[in-house]
């Protein structure tokens, strides 16, 4: 459920760039939509990550809540694969 709702806020990224006052923000560096994942004990849960949707349109994988950690992908694996992969190994 969770990666088909980050298909459809991928297609629904801007691809703009964002100036504001003295820094330009190009699409690749704009979280358009954060799709957050949690264990049952919530704000204290062992196992938390989820995706980022970049404005550019690429996704990326994260672990973590306060502190996101990206989680590099193995070759042939999406972003969906490899956080499903360390959120496992996390239980």
Same mark, same amino acid.
């Given at each position: 459920? !969770?990666? &088909?709702?980050?298909?459809? +806020?991928?297609?629904?990224? *801007?691809? /703009?760039?964002? %100036?504001?006052?003295?820094?330009?923000? %190009?699409?690749? &560096? /704009?979280?358009? !939509?954060? #799709?957050?994942?949690?264990?049952?004990?919530?704000?204290? !849960? *062992?196992?938390?990550?989820?995706?980022?949707?970049?404005? %550019?349109?690429?996704?990326?994988?994260?672990?973590?809540?306060? &502190?996101?950690?990206? #989680?590099? /992908?193995?070759?042939? $694996?999406?972003?969906? $694969? !490899? +956080?499903?992969?360390?959120? $496992?190994?996390?239980?």
């Amino acid at each position: 459920m !969770a990666e &088909q709702r980050s298909h459809e +806020l991928v297609a629904s990224a *801007s691809r /703009q760039p964002v %100036d504001v006052r003295f820094k330009r923000f %190009d699409p690749v &560096q /704009q979280v358009v !939509a954060r #799709i957050e994942l949690a264990g049952p004990e919530r704000l204290f !849960a *062992s196992v938390r990550g989820g995706v980022d949707v970049r404005g %550019d349109g690429s996704t990326e994988a994260y672990r973590g809540r306060l &502190q996101r950690e990206v #989680i590099v /992908q193995r070759k042939g $694996e999406s972003p969906y $694969e !490899a +956080l499903r992969r360390v959120l $496992e190994a996390g239980r």
